[in-house]
Structures are given as C-alpha cells and as structure tokens.
C-alpha cells in the first residue's frame, strides 16, 4: 500500500531563517505531488504541484520554493523566511494523471517568530 | 476569489441524528468533487467522492448529493457518532480542463461537526 511521510511535525524558526521540509511517497510511481498551506481558520491552498521529477507549477506567488529531486520525494524550501509564512504545511499525492483523489501527510506545523 | 464555499464556519449535531454538511462552487469547470476529513494537527482524509456525472454516491454513513444546476453539493452523515467530530472539508477540481488538472484540489474553508453524546 502508498504511504506518504512528512517531517517534521512542528518546527519553531526565527524571521530570516531558512526552511526546508521534505515529503516522500512510498509504493507508488511516478505520483503527482503537491504541497498545501492551512493558514489559520482557512481552507487548504495549493502552493505547488510536480507532476515529475524536476518540473514544478506555482500556483500563488511566494516567497517558497519547492523542489522535486526525486521521483518520490517533494522538498519545500524558503531562504528567508517570513512571519507570514507561519501556517499549517501538508504535502500530498495523487496517481498519475490526476483523476483520483489526493491523499495527504500528517502536515507540518510552522510557526515563524 | 474564493470558487469553493462552505458558509457554515460550524454544525452542531446530536448523536444518531443526521449530520448535513454543504458546499457551494462558483467555476462551472469543476467536474470532480470530494470531501476530506481533518482532525487537529493531522492531515485531511479522503472520505468520497462525486464526478458530475452522476448526483448521488453513497458509502457507508457517508452520501454525496451533487446538484449541477445549483453549483451545490452535500455530505450527509447518517447515523452521526461522536467520532465523526472533526472539521469537514469540500474540494474540487476541473479534471477536463485544458487536458487534465493533474489532481489539483480547490478547498473550502471548513466545517467544524460536533457529534454530542
């Protein structure tokens, strides 16, 4: 069966330091990969999709970045971060071809001071 | 532009009663809609779907209606326990669009179901 791992749970960093969070997918090829922003009291937002390995869709402009150096594996990254970057993370999959549902990771909670 | 809509922030519910929770969207290319259920610190988990082709899918407790003409679709919860407590999320996506959305999901803001004992 797919798993989808996310870490770390919570992180704590102070303005102007720089993030990366990583998410990898196991027993599946080829997924499509996303990553999402809860802010609080607010839906999920789409922040990136990766439909392989080294091709990346903004979908808000940012001040994240995100990366796919791996098929399995999706990095959300940020040289300097911001108070405003302080949310709820969560990277997800879906199969190829994106008619299925996504499926999501256990999120990261982000909290910038 | 907020294309996905769920206007009750929260619902409140006795146990074995019917839970009905609602979403509205505005973009008339979403041809695929789910909901996803979340409890705190934890991600959504998938619960069912509905592609506009059909008005009803059912799974357990757990129904989807979908009414195209109204841009409206509902989860009803039958019979509701306290374990349904959590915050209920609707999505959708527009899966023919251009070719395929490649799964991406326009979330609602959320219901928050309290199932009292």
């Known amino acids: 069966s797919q798993t989808i791992h996310q870490w770390p749970a919570t992180l704590v960093q102070p303005v102007g330091s720089p993030l990366s969070l990583e998410c990898t997918v196991e027993?599946?090829?080829?997924?499509?990969l996303y990553w999402y922003r809860q802010a609080a009291g607010r839906g999920l937002q789409l922040l990136f999709y990766?439909?392989?390995?080294?091709?990346i869709s903004s979908e808000v402009p940012q001040n994240l970045s995100a990366s796919r150096p791996q098929d399995r594996q999706f990095i959300l990254s940020s040289k300097k971060l911001l108070l405003s970057d302080s949310g709820f993370y969560l990277c997800?999959?879906?199969?190829?071809?994106?008619?299925?549902?996504?499926?999501f990771g256990q999120g990261t909670r982000l909290t910038v001071v | 532009d907020q294309q996905v809509k769920q206007n009750s922030p929260s619902l409140s519910v006795q146990e074995g009663r019917i839970s009905i929770l609602n979403c509205d969207y505005t973009?008339?290319?979403?041809?695929?809609f789910l909901w996803y259920k979340k409890y705190p610190a934890e991600g959504p988990t998938f619960l069912i779907s509905?592609?506009?082709?059909?008005d009803k899918n059912e799974d357990g407790r757990f129904t989807v209606f979908l009414n195209k003409s109204a841009k409206h679709l509902s989860l009803h919860i039958v019979p509701s326990q306290p374990g349904d407590s959590a915050v209920y999320f609707c999505?959708?996506?527009?899966?023919?669009?251009?070719?395929?959305?490649?799964?991406?999901?326009?979330f609602g803001q959320g219901t928050i179901l309290t199932v009292h004992p």
């Open positions: 997800a999959w879906s199969a190829p071809g994106g008619n299925t549902e996504a499926f």
């Open positions: 027993g599946t090829s080829n997924p499509n």
């Open positions: 990766s439909v392989g390995i080294g091709q």
């Open positions: 973009n008339s290319m979403f041809d695929y």
């Open positions: 509905i592609s506009s082709i059909k």
């Open positions: 999505a959708a996506s527009a899966r023919k669009a251009g070719g395929t959305s490649y799964g991406k999901l326009t």
